[in-house]
């Protein structure tokens, strides 16, 4: 999660935004670890499905696919960070730490962002035969 969140080689500013999150996480959630409400907002935020575009005589179709786990956790990272980003109000710690238990709560942009990616892959499902 640290280096997802760092920008520009500057890991020790990284650091001290996601250990600052977990603390204001550890603040607000007493019965609960930070580990474990991450944990919780990331299987919220995994996607299963996306589209993918596949050329096939000229026409362009969005096919749904499985997404591998590996992917599945990269994305649910980048999406609650990038979010957290859009937050102006606040900084970057405290925005992280809200979006991350908006996640674990089952709100938030980030589920809303699977959510969306879902509906695209149902709505596409006619096409899974291009599936290659």
Known sequence: ??????????K????RVVYGAFDRI???NKDKSPMDVLQAAMDNVKPKLEVKSRRVGGANYQVPVEV????????????MIDYAKGR????????????IMDAANNTGSAVKKREDMHKMAQ???????YRW
């Not at 999660?1 to 500057?10: D, E, P, Y």
């Not at 591998?68 to 999406?79: G, I, K, V």
């Not at 709505?123 to 035969?129: C, E, G, V």
């Open 1 to 10: 999660m640290i280096n997802t969140v760092m920008r520009g080689g500057k």
């Open 12 to 15: 020790s500013v990284a650091e």
């Open 26 to 28: 550890a603040e607000k």
């Open 68 to 79: 591998t786990s590996d992917r599945q956790e990269a994305l649910a990272l980048r999406w």
């Open 88 to 99: 102006k109000a606040t900084g970057m710690t405290d925005a992280l730490a809200s979006e």
């Open 123 to 129: 709505a596409n499902r006619a096409f899974a035969h």
